[in-house]
């Protein structure tokens, strides 16, 4: 073709997405997937996902393999910090003729939110991760470390904060043999799950199939619709998320040296205006919630066309 035509894939935690371009960013092609998470999945499974992904959007924009200029790849478990090669070994096969460019989904995100390379992503869904880039090419990343690890003011973070509480004020103030009387978020915690008595908690997060990690997390937003209607412990919770994000953000300025850093908000306890979103847009000294130009896929598309270009 006579114009040059891009793509982007957004591997996420629980979808895979792919798009086809023009130069406008005008999408010609558009599919939706499962997750296509190496660690969850596992690495064979993850590409054969990838590589099918990948005919399938071609088939639906009509297009062959040599038409696509550059693609720009963003796969959750996969960044190319650790993992280029594997990114690499991935798409060569489907492109072989294609300019590649491995990242991260993170790095997409901040492309596709911000427009442009540099600046800072605050991302919290149900994980969560700080991604700065300096005008100068240095890359930082801050948390992403899964939740056994530091997933600090994620969904899951948030969530095993609310748990944690409850057992706390069960133990503190409440003998073995005496009648539970939660307060206000901690009873409306439990009634949302169903659950008479905190010791049922052990149930609903052991005796399980579905991991622990996205039960827990789940809690985030039964947390922030009770902030928004006025719950102060669930407010209390959102402050001291919203101030350990504002604290990461601070130190990611200061190590990449980016006094002006444009800032994007990135995942699904900051997309949206909320308690969390908008106590982390004051503390930041923002005059309004970062809204992305871009979704992620597209932002994958960006940056292989940046790449291009600067080629």
């Known amino acids: 073709m006579s114009q040059p035509i891009f793509m982007g894939i957004d591997g996420?935690?629980?979808?895979?997405?792919?798009?086809i371009t023009d130069k406008q960013l005008e999408s010609l092609a558009t599919i939706q997937d499962t997750t296509a998470n190496p660690n969850i999945i596992g690495h064979d499974i993850a590409v054969a996902h990838i590589r099918a992904g990948i005919q399938k959007a071609l088939h639906q924009a009509n297009l062959s393999i040599k038409d696509?200029?550059?693609?720009?790849?963003g796969i959750a478990g996969a960044s190319n910090l650790h993992s280029k090669t594997w990114l690499i070994e991935c798409i060569k096969p489907?492109?072989?003729?294609?300019?590649?460019?491995?990242?991260?989904?993170?790095?997409?995100?901040?492309?596709g939110a911000l427009g442009q390379?540099?600046?800072?992503?605050?991302?919290?869904?149900?994980?969560?991760?700080?991604?700065?880039?300096?005008?100068?090419?240095q890359v930082l990343q801050l948390g992403g470390w899964g939740y056994l690890l530091d997933d600090d003011s994620s969904g899951y973070s948030l969530g095993l904060d609310a748990i944690k509480r409850i057992i706390q004020d069960f133990e503190e103030n409440y003998a073995e043999f005496m009648d539970y009387q939660a307060s206000s978020l901690n009873q409306k915690?439990?009634?949302?799950?169903?659950?008479?008595?905190?010791?049922?908690?052990?149930?609903?997060?052991?005796?399980t199939q579905e991991p622990p990690a996205t039960r827990v997390a789940s809690l985030a937003k039964f947390i922030i619709v009770e902030a928004d209607q006025g719950n102060w412990d669930a407010i209390n919770l959102l402050q001291k998320g919203a101030a350990r994000l504002a604290s990461k953000v601070q130190?990611?300025?200061?190590?990449?040296?980016?006094?002006?850093?444009?800032?994007?908000?990135?995942?699904?306890?900051?997309?949206?205006?909320?308690?969390l979103s908008n106590e982390l847009t004051v503390r930041l000294g923002l005059p309004l919630r970062p809204i992305a130009k871009h979704s992620p896929v597209i932002g994958g598309a960006l940056l292989a066309q940046l790449e291009w270009n600067s080629r």
């Open 94 to 111: 489907a492109l072989p003729h294609t300019l590649l460019v491995p990242s991260s989904d993170l790095e997409i995100a901040l492309v």
């Open 251 to 275: 130190l990611m300025i200061r190590r990449l040296d980016f006094p002006n850093a444009p800032i994007a908000f990135g995942g699904g306890l900051l997309d949206n205006d909320n308690r």
């Open 68 to 73: 696509i200029s550059a693609v720009g790849i």
């Open 117 to 137: 390379r540099h600046g800072i992503l605050v991302l919290a869904g149900t994980g969560s991760a700080i991604f700065g880039r300096s005008p100068e090419g």
């Open 189 to 207: 915690i439990l009634d949302h799950l169903d659950l008479s008595s905190p010791k049922d908690l052990i149930r609903w997060l052991y005796r």
């Open 12 to 19: 996420g935690g629980s979808t895979l997405r792919i798009v």
